[in-house]
């Protein structure tokens, strides 16, 4: 009996371009809170007020943005105090009559205490300055080092996610799957993932929804997971990707694909990481390329070099009525 290639629940037609996979793999690792798989969001409308919650405004900021934030607030402090010392002359011994520079370097002494003694407070006025700046200086240095030990101690996943969907046939049956790798190499139990495409619906009274369809995966947890993990997701009856036009259906409603996995690092406890990957990163017909290599002695060693990289099918194994080339971009 000759071997008959399994249904497909996707479109007889050639891919359009706006399908097709980059023409160059990226290389380079994005691993930044800001990276490019994160959801993009636009507010309009927001007005910008970060000391409503400057807790958390100061807490999100990269480590550059938070050392110049520290730093401004430090240099804006003691300009203040500066100009109440420069507003009253004599108030400081030693220091040079209306120079605004002696009256900020006695601030940053003051504020610091580090209290050289060259120039000191010597009227009643210059004392009440120096108490409230020397109550400021121990409020600010025990806020900051609260908010530098936060950020150290936030705990950070450093996931990597494949920039690329494959929809391919696995045992006959179509699947979608993308991987991930843990890119410290340490131990994370109870990794768990999940799924969700979010799409644009528009109801019969011409409200217009965003709605979340769960997406049910093969296996969606993992005990240990230290190196990589290829996620797979069964095209059925109960996949959005089921049935013919599905992703001509799923693009006109605007839909992306979110991931979110959570777990339990050995050293920092709970992480979590997230990505979201656009229809148009879907590749046809192909599989990823080995990283893994387990040597004679044991070790285990993983290739980030080809991590992104996808390697063709053989056409008996494409899925029916898909195109001998499929979306495979160029190597």
Same mark, same amino acid.
């Given at each position: 009996?000759?071997?008959?290639?399994?249904?497909?629940?996707?479109?007889?037609?050639?891919?359009?371009?706006?399908?097709?996979?980059?023409?160059?793999?990226?290389?380079? +690792?994005?691993?930044?809170?800001?990276?490019?798989?994160?959801?993009? *969001?636009? /507010?309009? $409308?927001?007005?910008? &007020?970060?000391?409503?919650?400057?807790?958390?405004?100061? #807490?999100?900021?990269? !480590?550059?943005?938070? %050392?110049?934030?520290?730093?401004?607030?430090?240099?804006? =402090? @003691?300009?203040?105090?500066?100009f109440f010392y420069w507003?009253?002359?004599?108030?400081?011994? @030693? &220091?040079?009559?209306?120079?605004?520079?002696?009256?900020?370097?006695?601030? *940053?002494?003051?504020?610091?205490?580090? $209290?050289?003694?060259?120039?000191?407070?010597?009227?009643?006025?210059?004392?009440?300055?120096?108490?409230?700046?020397?109550?400021?200086?121990?409020?600010?240095?025990?806020?900051?080092? $609260?908010?530098?030990?936060?950020?150290?101690?936030?705990?950070?996943?450093?996931?990597? %996610?494949?920039?690329?969907?494959?929809?391919?046939?696995?045992?006959?049956?179509?699947?979608?799957?993308?991987? +991930?790798?843990? !890119?410290?190499? @340490?131990? *994370?139990?109870?990794?768990?993932?999940?799924?969700?495409?979010? #799409?644009?619906?528009?109801?019969?009274?011409?409200?217009?929804?965003?709605?979340? *369809?769960?997406?049910?995966?093969?296996?969606?947890?993992?005990?240990?997971?230290?190196?990589? !993990?290829?996620?797979?997701?069964?095209?059925?009856?109960?996949?959005p990707f089921y049935g013919?036009?599905?992703?001509?259906?799923?693009?006109?409603?605007?839909?992306?694909?979110?991931?979110?996995?959570?777990?339990?690092?050995?050293?920092?406890?709970?992480?979590? =990481?997230?990505?979201?990957?656009?229809?148009?990163?879907?590749?046809?017909?192909?599989?990823? /390329?080995?990283?893994?290599?387990?040597?004679?002695?044991? +070790?285990?060693?993983?290739d980030y070099r080809n991590?992104?990289?996808?390697?063709?099918?053989?056409?008996?194994?494409?899925? =029916? @009525?898909?195109? =001998?080339? $499929?979306?495979?971009?160029?190597?």
């Amino acid at each position: 009996m000759p071997e008959t290639t399994p249904a497909s629940p996707f479109r007889s037609t050639p891919p359009s371009p706006s399908e097709r996979a980059p023409s160059t793999p990226r290389r380079s +690792v994005n691993l930044s809170p800001r990276a490019s798989g994160r959801p993009r *969001v636009r /507010a309009i $409308g927001q007005r910008f &007020a970060p000391h409503q919650d400057l807790y958390h405004y100061v #807490l999100t900021r990269t !480590w550059t943005e938070f %050392f110049l934030l520290m730093g401004l607030a430090f240099l804006g =402090a @003691n300009a203040l105090f500066a100009f109440f010392y420069w507003m009253a002359p004599g108030s400081v011994a @030693n &220091a040079r009559p209306g120079s605004f520079e002696d009256a900020f370097f006695f601030s *940053v002494q003051t504020m610091a205490t580090i $209290g050289y003694g060259g120039m000191t407070p010597v009227t009643r006025f210059a004392h009440i300055v120096v108490t409230i700046e020397a109550m400021t200086g121990i409020l600010s240095v025990a806020l900051i080092t $609260g908010i530098t030990f936060a950020k150290f101690a936030r705990p950070t996943a450093r996931v990597l %996610f494949s920039d690329k969907v494959i929809l391919a046939a696995r045992n006959g049956v179509p699947h979608l799957s993308f991987r +991930v790798a843990n !890119w410290r190499h @340490n131990l *994370v139990s109870e990794a768990q993932l999940r799924v969700i495409v979010l #799409l644009t619906e528009t109801t019969r009274e011409g409200e217009t929804l965003r709605r979340q *369809v769960e997406v049910p995966l093969v296996r969606d947890n993992t005990p240990l997971f230290a190196l990589s !993990w290829t996620v797979f997701h069964k095209i059925d009856e109960r996949s959005p990707f089921y049935g013919p036009d599905a992703l001509e259906r799923l693009r006109a409603g605007s839909a992306e694909m979110f991931v979110t996995l959570t777990g339990l690092d050995e050293a920092m406890g709970q992480i979590h =990481a997230q990505y979201s990957y656009r229809l148009d990163n879907i590749v046809t017909n192909v599989r990823f /390329a080995d990283v893994l290599t387990l040597h004679s002695d044991g +070790v285990r060693e993983i290739d980030y070099r080809n991590f992104h990289e996808v390697v063709p099918l053989a056409p008996e194994h494409h899925l =029916a @009525n898909e195109p =001998a080339s $499929g979306n495979m971009p160029p190597r």
